[in-house]
């Protein structure tokens, strides 16, 4: 079963991400990392989940995570050996711009 690791970059998005909605409703952003480490969760078993971004060098996939009514949240990975590495947490309002 693969680990998963998190990058410095991805950790200070997900600490980005709870204070952003933390300012507004803690339970809330409890409930985004919930959801946040939950799907990061999935990709020990099924690190083949996300779908492939195209033009990223290295070649990285991503893992879309509802989260709320109409968004959510990207998590940004790649595969080495037997390891997940996420590399970024983004919104999906970041992504789509």
């Known amino acids: 079963m693969p680990h998963l690791i998190?990058?410095?970059?991805?950790k200070?998005?997900?600490e980005r991400a709870y204070h952003?909605?933390?300012a507004r409703d803690k339970a809330l952003a409890k409930?985004?990392?919930?959801?946040?480490?939950?799907g990061?969760?999935?990709?020990?078993?099924?690190?083949?989940?996300?779908?492939?971004?195209?033009?990223?060098?290295p070649?990285?996939?991503?893992l879309l995570l509802p989260f709320g009514r109409r968004s959510g949240y990207v998590l940004h990975y790649v595969l080495e050996k037997d390891d997940v590495v996420i590399l970024a947490v983004l919104h999906q309002r970041q992504v789509n711009r």
């Open 20 to 22: 952003f909605l933390a």
């Open 59 to 62: 070649p990285r996939k991503e």
């Open 31 to 38: 409930r985004a990392l919930k959801a946040i480490h939950g």
């Open 12 to 14: 200070l998005d997900l």
């Open 40 to 57: 990061a969760k999935l990709l020990e078993s099924q690190p083949q989940l996300g779908r492939p971004v195209f033009g990223q060098r």
């Open 6 to 10: 998190w990058t410095q970059e991805a």
